[in-house]
């Protein structure tokens, strides 16, 4: 995906390389989100050659609906009628949304999406950002999301949630055990905590080098130059 090690060998030993890092808010039954993954992956891969910095990507969370009752899920375009004011609204949303994607490469099968509560999905995605995880968070939120927008499951329950890492590679039982205990839950409540104190009231948001930001699914040309701005600004900074 043109992301890179934060660490590059050279014949004197081991040296830090500027780094570009990004911080991506967003919720895996978030449209945009997933669209905003394809463009902003696609933006990357095409300028990550000729950066001479690290990037370094990582996955936040931000919930569409906090109020979502957990372990219950309902069909999307029922939570979308009550959402925006009648099926017709809904499905004018749901089909633009999915045209859109198909322009991308994702195919939405939204008749199919149940809408859940994330928060145990953003707990996983959190154990996937650990250092040593056997499963590289990006991977993880694709395969959340196609379960989601494509194969119609439920991302509010642990055995779809850890199903989805084991086909990654992640052993099912270390899985089933993290998602039955607390592990996480402190820190990606304060990780929700800390977007809304930023302001970040929408999403995907792309908060490069912790500091500026970039709102809503960019066309994958702007997310191009945005990557190569931040990468000169870093390499600029880097000491001599």
Same mark, same amino acid.
């Given at each position: 995906?043109?992301?890179?090690?934060?660490?590059?060998?050279?014949?004197?030993?081991?040296?830090?390389?500027?780094?570009?890092?990004?911080?991506?808010?967003?919720?895996?039954?978030?449209?945009?989100?997933?669209?905003?993954?394809?463009?902003?992956?696609?933006?990357?891969?095409?300028?990550?050659?000729?950066?001479?910095?690290?990037?370094?990507?990582?996955?936040?969370?931000?919930?569409?609906?906090?109020?979502?009752?957990?372990?219950?899920?309902?069909?999307?375009? $029922?939570?979308?009628?009550?959402?925006?004011?009648?099926?017709?609204?809904?499905?004018?949303?749901?089909?633009?949304?999915?045209?859109?994607?198909?322009?991308?490469?994702?195919?939405?099968?939204?008749?199919?999406?149940?809408?859940?509560?994330?928060?145990?999905?953003?707990?996983?995605?959190?154990?996937?950002?650990?250092?040593?995880?056997?499963?590289?968070?990006?991977?993880?939120?694709?395969?959340?999301?196609?379960?989601?927008?494509?194969?119609?499951?439920?991302?509010?329950?642990? $055995?779809?949630?850890?199903?989805?890492?084991?086909?990654?590679?992640?052993?099912?039982?270390?899985?089933?055990?993290?998602?039955?205990?607390?592990?996480?839950?402190?820190?990606?409540?304060?990780?929700?905590?800390?977007?809304?104190?930023?302001?970040?009231?929408?999403?995907?948001?792309?908060?490069?080098?912790?500091?500026?930001?970039?709102?809503?699914?960019?066309?994958? $040309?702007?997310?191009?130059?945005?990557?190569?701005?931040?990468?000169?600004?870093?390499?600029?900074?880097?000491?001599?």
């Amino acid at each position: 995906m043109g992301i890179v090690e934060a660490t590059t060998i050279t014949a004197a030993g081991t040296e830090r390389r500027p780094t570009v890092t990004v911080d991506i808010y967003s919720d895996v039954v978030c449209p945009w989100c997933y669209i905003g993954k394809r463009r902003f992956e696609n933006g990357l891969d095409r300028v990550a050659d000729g950066l001479g910095v690290d990037v370094h990507v990582v996955y936040r969370p931000f919930q569409l609906d906090p109020t979502a009752a957990p372990g219950i899920a309902e069909p999307v375009r $029922d939570a979308y009628t009550k959402k925006f004011g009648g099926p017709e609204r809904a499905d004018e949303i749901l089909a633009h949304v999915t045209r859109t994607a198909a322009a991308d490469g994702i195919e939405f099968d939204m008749a199919r999406a149940l809408r859940a509560n994330t928060l145990l999905a953003h707990r996983l995605l959190w154990w996937a950002a650990q250092p040593g995880s056997p499963v590289p968070q990006a991977d993880l939120k694709e395969r959340l999301m196609q379960a989601y927008f494509t194969d119609g499951q439920h991302i509010g329950d642990p $055995d779809v949630l850890a199903g989805c890492a084991e086909e990654l590679g992640a052993d099912r039982a270390t899985v089933d055990e993290f998602l039955d205990s607390d592990a996480g839950v402190a820190e990606v409540e304060a990780e929700l905590a800390a977007a809304r104190e930023h302001g970040i009231t929408a999403v995907p948001t792309y908060v490069f080098n912790g500091a500026w930001a970039v709102p809503g699914a960019q066309d994958a $040309d702007t997310f191009a130059r945005v990557i190569e701005k931040m990468a000169t600004a870093a390499r600029d900074a880097a000491p001599a």
